[in-house]
């Protein structure tokens, strides 16, 4: 629960909400990342734009502080949102897809323990993914490069016996 005054929304809504452009856009994000609803597509965008108000900021100063500017590059290395050999200003070109390849679902999806990303989502809500030890049932979460190999179902789960029909290997 909120206290009064306490901001929840965590994203930022379109200026204009009629544009035709922009709608066939999002539409197109969500059913290829298998995205809930547009809140996520914009709380992804926001996060973007924190990302890229943190790097101006970051360019913008002098460069005596280079302890602040690595820190943040290391953290976006660490979940793979920039390369190994991006600097602080390849942070100012990165794209919302960028953002959302690194989310569980799309991760799981890429491993191929989903045919598609909406299935990919079910698969992690329902609680049949873990990332290392721990079952996560947040699509949204973000999935380090380092834990991109400990993603799997989950030894419990039935979706862990590779016969069965919902499993990815199984589709002709």
């Not at 609803?37 to 914009?42: I, R, T, V």
């Not at 919302?96 to 569980?104: A, C, P």
């Not at 039935?158 to 029909?165: A, S, T």
Request: proline share 4%.
């Amino acid at each position: 629960m909120a206290l009064p005054g306490e901001n929840t929304k965590f994203y930022e809504t379109p200026n204009h909400p009629y544009q035709g452009e922009r709608i066939a856009e999002e539409s197109d994000l969500l059913s290829r990342y298998g995205l809930k609803n547009k809140q996520e597509l914009w709380r992804a965008q926001s996060e973007l734009r924190s990302y890229r108000r943190e790097a101006r900021e970051l360019l913008g100063r002098v460069t005596e502080e280079g302890d602040e500017g690595e820190e943040f590059v290391a953290r976006l290395r660490r979940y793979g949102i920039l390369g190994d050999s991006d600097e602080l200003d390849a942070v100012l070109s990165l794209d919302v897809t960028d953002v959302l390849e690194r989310r569980l679902q799309t991760v799981a999806y890429r491993k191929g323990l989903a045919n598609t990303p909406q299935q990919a989502r079910q698969f992690v809500t329902h609680g049949h993914v873990t990332v290392g030890e721990s079952r996560v049932t947040a699509p949204s979460r973000k999935v380090a490069v380092a834990e991109e190999d400990d993603v799997a179902f989950d030894e419990t789960s039935p979706l862990d016996d590779e016969l069965h029909p919902a499993r990815a290997d199984n589709q002709e």
